[in-house]
DNA sequence: TGATACAATGACAACGATATCTATTCTAAA
DNA sequence: TTTAGAATAGATATCGTTGTCATTGTATCA
């Protein structure tokens, strides 16, 4: 009986790809690796898929015709069938450069990691109707999931929408737990130990500028919002003092005492603004930022900032999104906050 | 006899279609809408695809019915049957982020108004049998194309190896007439003209620094071809003087006289070392740039450097390889040059 | 021994589009 | 009229996978 399926089936090879190994221009699909190894395509696709119920003899056997084959399944054919597209959409508008190609990175290396590629959507979160445009989008590309990061003002309801359509999971800086899949960093934590850092320095009184309010507005606040908590705990007072710059054009009141700003970017105008007022920096105040660009080590002196570990968070997030999609994980609700770290830079010091 | 058709068809309509109209949550296929339109699916697929044979009736109905059921057509079917993945994969060895943001953004417009979805591929150029990666990457992908931007040292050995296996498209800084299809920016025009402004201001020698040698080397090389051939031309001497200052720890010796930088972060070492040597610039030396990236604005002073039309370059490598992908330019060798423009910032000056 | 459960495998349809080939309709000239 | 040929439309196979359901083989139990 074995003898005879085995005859059988060596009667198919022949018929079907016995020719394919003259045919090496072209790419072997899931057929080929079947009739090579004397079983069914169904039991390949099995393979492929990590599936149940395979033995283990099948399962080596196929791997080794697989490599031998060069065989890699056709991911449309796989999409068409399985209703996947294997596209994961990164949303994001115009935030720091820096900041995004950290993210873009961590997205990128696990995604490509699970088999599963990037697309890119730029936009405006001012623009009307990005909930709908969004929404359009996914389905016209066919998106598996969406990462959404920074910065959406009215995020919560565009976040809330779109759930209903597509899964997502968000990457936030700042805490953001209304959202069943999403990755943040704990920017209170990291702006309470920087006010910290500050205090211990002998500072009594402390400035925070905030970022464009078009920008960021959000983190702006929680950041805020961790000195000030530290502040009321040690009876320092907000920063009161100040004088007025501008930056673009459009007049700035600046608090000084030691500044804490909401960004490096913002640091590096109050240190614009300082070398045209003559106030040396750090001597005669002190200056911290928030996000360890390169602005803050390319800067003289070069300024003491916040690390985010952007890239680990954004790499989580697609992790997350991904076995959500694939079913792996049976939780719903995952909010994994991630820690900042503080860079402190002292070049400048007398 | 034509009403006789048109009665089959009504039966073949409620037969498959009817009941669309109530199954609002699945997406519209072909099927749907050529069962609505009354024709022919391949009648659909041939208005979808802007083939030729549809009279223009026909034709404005189909958009119709197509608007109004939301068809899309779905990628993964055209991608199976047509051999097509709407994939391009962008290329590049960890650039300035601002630069790749910019390449990115214009290779983004272009195939998103095309069709085509942006794989990213970031890698390093130094890899070992780099071309292999690329070549398996492209084929596991299935990318229809590839668009290899900065920085491969080795570029045109890669590039050459390339060509063999998918069309390419090549975002080239400085002059490259090697490939088929290529696009790049007269860095020489640039430093030339840049040259030509600083002797303008009555300097009579010129120093000039290079980016580090495992980026952009060819860059730098290119760039000061452009200087020197002012300097030749006017007579001019290169710098000869210098001092020394270091970076992370590297001694480097400076050749001053006015310094052009061959990018920003450069520039940004240079003023940062001019800095602590108490060198005032611009009044003791003038500095220059080359990129026009962030940290020339916010530098203080802010530094005048050279802009390249990034992203322009980078949408027209995408539309210039989906042209070619799609067989709608018969031309086989297409090489634009864009030109730069130089940025000038005077708000240091005396 | 026969019934039963379960692991391993296979046959075949289906996904949604395009390609190929064929059929019909229309127009203009014989 | 007739008819050639262009314009238009349709029927059906096909792309490479996965989903569904059926079948086989083998170990366990009563």
């Known amino acids: 009986m074995i003898i005879k399926k085995i005859l059988l089936k060596r009667v198919l090879v022949s018929d079907n790809s016995c020719m394919i190994l003259s045919m090496e221009n072209k790419k072997a699909t899931i057929k080929d690796v079947a009739s090579h190894s004397l079983v069914s395509i169904k039991t390949v696709s099995r393979v492929i898929n990590n599936e149940y119920g395979v033995s283990k003899i099948t399962k080596s056997n196929l791997f080794i015709f697989i490599k031998a084959l060069d065989y890699n399944p056709n991911k449309a054919a796989q999409g068409l069938r399985s209703k996947k597209s294997f596209l994961i959409g990164l949303v994001y508008d115009n935030p720091d450069k820096f900041y995004l190609s950290d993210i873009q990175s961590g997205v990128l290396e696990t995604c490509a990691k699970n088999g599963f590629s990037v697309v890119l959507f730029p936009c405006n979160h001012k623009e009307k109707d990005l909930t709908e445009k969004l929404i359009e989008f996914a389905k016209r590309t066919n998106l598996d999931g969406l990462i959404p990061t920074i910065s959406h003002t009215d995020m919560k309801e565009l976040v809330k929408n779109l759930q209903l359509e597509i899964p997502l999971c968000v990457v936030s800086p700042g805490l953001l737990t209304s959202n069943p899949l999403c990755v943040s960093s704990d920017d209170f934590k990291a702006t309470y130990s920087m006010t910290c850092h500050l205090i211990k320095q002998g500072h009594k009184e402390i400035g925070f500028i905030k970022g ?58 109050v240190m614009k603004a300082a070398h045209k007022a003559k106030i040396n920096i750090p001597n005669d105040i002190s200056l911290v930022g928030f996000d360890n660009s390169p602005t803050a080590s390319q800067a003289w002196p070069s300024i003491t900032t916040i690390a985010q570990p952007i890239k680990e968070m954004a790499s989580s997030a697609a992790q997350i999104l991904i076995d959500n999609i694939s079913n792996k994980s049976e939780k719903k609700n995952i909010n994994k906050t991630f820690d900042s770290d503080i860079v402190v830079r002292i070049d400048g010091q007398k």
Do not use: C, Q
């Open 212 to 269: 464009h309010k078009d920008h960021g507005a959000i983190e702006s606040d929680l950041r805020k919002v961790g000195i000030r908590t530290k502040i009321d705990d040690r009876n320092i007072r907000p920063g009161t003092k100040h004088y007025d710059w501008e930056i673009k054009g459009v007049p700035i009141r600046l608090e000084i005492g030691p500044i804490f700003a909401s960004n490096d970017a913002m640091a590096a105008g």
